[in-house]
């Protein structure tokens, strides 16, 4: 698949999509909102205080690609943690990840709301549209397509010393070959919007 981000003139970024990939890229980050699970809406009239300061799980996910999207603070899947800093990372983690959630929620919803607004335009045209985000949706955009990558990438065992480049010659009927694909698709529209959004 085709498909890059170039930077706009006064910031943010353009990248045109047809239909199939509009579909796969929708469908892929409501997977990742799935995968993330639903957010604790506040209670009606409950003080938004309490919100900011509820606490979250102190466990890692079970699920390796939670675990990828949620990782421990102090210490790492390589290392086996002293009980300081296991309890350190209990204690950030309790703190943190409801919110950590929540932004990873909001960066996909935003990508599927874009893709939707896109999609109505692309109706009136065959071949897709044209996506046009401004410098703060491009920084939403950057964040799902980094959680997508990172959700499909351990699907993969793609390692982090590992590019995921053996994953261009898998054959045909590789049942992975298709994730292998939007991993790699992924790759191409994140590192080109990267490449917008630098000065």
């Known amino acids: 698949m085709a498909g890059h981000f170039e930077a706009l003139p006064g910031g943010g970024a353009a990248a045109a999509f047809d239909e199939v990939e509009i579909s796969i890229l929708r469908s892929l980050a409501v997977q990742l909102m799935e995968l993330v699970g639903p957010g604790d809406e506040p209670a009606e ?99 799902a397509l980094n959680d997508l990558r990172l959700a499909i990438g351990t699907r993969l065992e793609v390692s982090d010393e590992d590019d995921g480049s053996e994953l261009i010659g898998l054959p045909d009927d590789d049942p992975r070959k298709p994730m292998a694909m939007a ?17």
Not at 72 to 88: K, L
Not at 97 to 111: F, T, V
Not at 126 to 141: C, F, H, I, N
Not at 183 to 199: A, D, H, S, V
């Open 45 to 143: 009239g409950a003080d938004p205080l309490d919100a900011l300061f509820a606490e979250g799980p102190s466990e890692p996910p079970s699920d390796p690609a939670l675990a990828r999207l949620f990782p421990d603070a102090y210490g790492g899947p390589d290392q086996v943690p002293d009980d300081d800093a296991r309890a350190a990372s209990a204690e950030f983690r309790r703190f943190t990840e409801n919110d950590l959630r929540a932004r990873k929620r909001e960066d996909a919803l935003a990508l599927v709301r874009s893709l939707d607004a896109l999609s109505a335009e692309g109706d009136k045209k065959a071949e897709g549209a044209v996506l046009r985000l401004k410098p703060d949706e491009s920084q939403q955009w950057l964040g």
């Open 183 to 199: 991993y790699l698709w992924l790759g191409g529209l994140q590192e080109t919007l990267i490449e917008t959004l630098m000065p």
